[in-house]
């Protein structure tokens, strides 16, 4: 049984619940009020595409901070392991065009293996805190690794062309 009092507190409880869902909020109501629109801007997106198949995506869009973040992380990994050079690892993101070899795929192979079976938190002691939390996202960095094997191998296998290049939707997104 409830008392009054107890009923009365319900109500007013149902009242402000339902007061906070009909009114509208900002979308970023979360961040802070300092930020401005500026700081919400949208990075631009990147993505591999195959030239000898109309452009096909063999990767997803990604922002650039996830790029750079995946080239980070390995020549960090690198560094301490030497699994690899960074111009095997990454030719393939300046040359337009590129047709991958073997030694690329084997050394993103290489790359998957470094990222598992290292703990990246400790890996990236010494970069700024801010980068940590990417450079350390496994899941993510695995994702990045993978997908980018997949587009070398389809490559490697099929003597294709690849580029890697700002995404085409990113020009459809006023600025």
């Not at 993978?146 to 995404?167: D, K, N, P, Q, V």
Request: with cysteine; hydrophobic share 30%.
């Amino acid at each position: 049984m409830e008392t009054d009092g107890g009923l009365q507190r319900t109500e007013e409880t149902h009242r402000r619940r339902s007061e906070k869902q009909s009114t509208p909020e900002a979308p970023f109501s979360f961040l802070p009020q300092n930020l401005t629109n500026n700081t919400l801007k949208k990075q631009e997106s990147y993505v591999i595409v195959c030239d000898d198949e109309n452009h096909l995506n063999l990767s997803n869009e990604h922002e650039s901070e996830t790029w750079n973040s995946i080239q980070k992380l390995l020549e960090i990994l690198i560094r301490d392991s030497k699994f690899s050079s960074t111009q095997t690892l990454f030719d393939w993101k300046k040359t337009p065009r590129h047709v991958a070899s073997a030694r690329e795929v084997y050394a993103w192979r290489a790359a998957i293996e470094e990222i598992k079976n290292n703990d990246l938190v400790e890996e990236c002691k010494g970069v700024p805190r801010n980068k940590v939390i990417l450079l350390a996202d496994k899941p993510m960095m695995l994702k990045m690794a993978g997908e980018t094997t997949s587009a070398l191998m389809h490559s490697y296998t099929r003597a294709h062309g690849i580029t890697f290049r700002r995404s085409q939707s990113d020009s459809k997104v006023p600025s």
